[in-house]
């Protein structure tokens, strides 16, 4: 199959941006929110899609999951006779058609990712079972290491019957899905060709890179057709015959080795829909030399003509240099646009999903408020649609909570509220209720938002009209309660 043709490109035809091309015209940034439809029960598509618009979401994106819409027996027939379902007739959440038409209604563009390997938390990463079996060529590194999921072998997308394959999955994906959606005049404003690479595989380090039989032999036209026929001639020999020589072309193939799967993807889809290709960052201090294999894949990867985008799963770049370094190599060399960013650090890292440019981070204390646990906060001040506050030591110790939501000022009883002067306690430190009551012992009484309190040991009931003794028996601690009265009476 011949690959997609390139429209060239002069100083007379500025490429336009990634953003231009999702949303013509725009001169913002997009944002692009990722919908897994086959998570989400159809009766809520329509309102899950009119919700991301309200919040200022531009473009869904979507993986298209190959093994879910596959129906009938995945091990009958040749390639060509698989059927799939996308409009529901058999499930209705296998109806991508229907989905597609409620984005439209949304007002929302529709990034498409059909794979073939699509990774998503999916088993196999979409792929139908029979393609990670002895049936077919594994993906199989110089070093001998074969790429898998989930402890099964993936296949090379260089073998020629899992291109069969992969191609009656994504033609199918092209005729009934794509083109008649497709942009300008449909929402399906873009496609993602392949998943990190091809499936996975564009961080991967050299020596890693699909050296299966199909792969060397793909190598091996390469090298003729550069002019390189001795080194073609080793191509598909034992690794350990290979020179210097044969080594370097390696590294300059891996990279049009993806490009190239890129090509057959994108051969297959009607014109309209942009192309983007989706390229992990690398860690710069991964061993294998990940940095060097990054490197050496870009100059095939930047002159492929499609959009490239990244994907954030390297760490938090506000704490963690390491992480820094990756995005800014990335992103200055690359010159790429954030495609996937990977919330799941604020897992165990809740920074992540409150960034910030210096040293302090903002903290915002619940309805105006000090907790127990927080000196008095600084007075809030305005950013944007909602009132903050700046600290410089971390939050998380003080016990802040998120904001009060977006109001253009605080009310009147959420403001800022200082704690009233301590009242005298009698003696023992109690705060009895009158002087008939049982009282309860508080001598370090704080401030919680609406009451004094505390809890140490009861204190005896006094007789009317004497100041209570001292506590019996300090050692059984009662709370204050909200039955006391607060400071101001």
């Known amino acids: 199959m011949s690959p997609a043709p390139r429209t060239p490109r002069t100083s007379r035809t500025p490429r336009p941006s990634l953003a231009e091309a999702l949303v013509p015209g725009t001169t913002r940034p997009v944002v692009v929110g990722e919908y897994p439809y086959y998570r989400a029960a159809p009766a809520h598509w329509a309102g899950d899609l009119r919700a991301l618009r309200a919040l200022g979401v531009d473009v869904v994106s979507c993986y298209l999951p190959w093994r ?17 379902d996308f409009t529901g007739k058999t499930d209705p959440q296998r109806d991508i058609v229907g989905l597609l038409e ?10 498409l990712k059909p794979g073939p390997f699509i990774h998503a938390e999916v088993q196999l990463g979409g792929l139908p079972d029979r393609l990670c079996g002895p049936g077919h060529t594994p993906y199989q590194g110089l070093d001998g290491t074969v790429l898998t999921s989930q402890g099964k072998p993936l296949p090379s997308l260089l073998d020629p019957a899992v291109q069969a394959e992969t191609e009656a999955w994504l033609k199918a994906v092209a005729d009934e899905v794509v083109a008649p959606a497709a942009a300008p005049d449909g929402p399906v404003v873009a496609l993602q060709l392949g998943n990190e690479g091809t499936c996975g595989d564009a961080h991967l380090p ?37 020179t210097g020589a044969t080594r370097q072309q390696w590294a300059r193939w891996s990279g049009h080795a993806v490009v190239g799967l890129w090509d057959r993807i994108s051969a297959l889809f009607p014109e309209g829909p942009a192309r983007l290709a989706n390229v992990p960052l690398t860690e710069i201090t991964a061993p294998r030399a990940a940095l060097d294999a990054w490197a050496a894949r870009q100059r095939a990867v930047q002159g492929s003509g499609y959009f490239v985008g990244h994907t954030e799963w390297i760490g938090n770049p506000a704490k963690e240099t390491a992480a820094f370094g990756s995005h800014l190599a990335g992103i200055l060399l690359g010159g790429t646009d954030v495609v996937e960013a990977n919330w ?3 897992w165990t890292d809740e920074s992540f999903a409150r960034p910030a440019t210096s040293s302090s981070t903002p903290c915002w204390p619940s309805c105006w408020a000090p907790p127990p646990s927080a000196s008095t906060p600084p007075a809030p001040r305005r950013t944007g649609a909602r009132w903050s506050t700046w600290t410089p030591t971390d939050c998380a110790p003080k016990g802040w909570i998120p904001p009060c939501t977006h109001r253009p000022t605080p009310p009147a009883h959420r403001s800022p509220r200082a704690a009233p002067t301590r009242p005298t306690p009698r003696a023992c430190g109690c705060w009895p209720r009158s002087s008939n009551a049982t009282a309860t012992c508080c001598p370090t009484p704080s401030w919680t938002a609406t009451r004094w309190s505390s809890s140490t040991g009861p204190c005896p009931k006094p007789a009317p009209g004497s100041a209570p003794a001292a506590p019996s028996s300090p050692n059984s601690p009662t709370p204050c309660t909200a039955n006391w009265p607060t400071p101001d009476g």
């Not at 039989?213 to 057709?225: D, E, G, I, Q, S």
């Open 102 to 111: 409620l984005a439209a209604a949304a007002g929302l563009g529709v990034l």
């Open 206 to 242: 050299v020596d890693a890179q699909d050296a299966s039989p199909p792969a060397r032999r793909a190598f091996a036209r390469w090298l003729t057709r550069h002019g390189l026929p001795n080194e073609a001639a080793l191509a598909t020999e034992d690794v350990t015959r290979w």
């Open 344 to 346: 799941g650090f604020t």
């Open 68 to 84: 879910f819409h596959e129906i009938g027996d995945p091990l009958l027939g040749a390639a060509g006779d698989r059927a799939f």
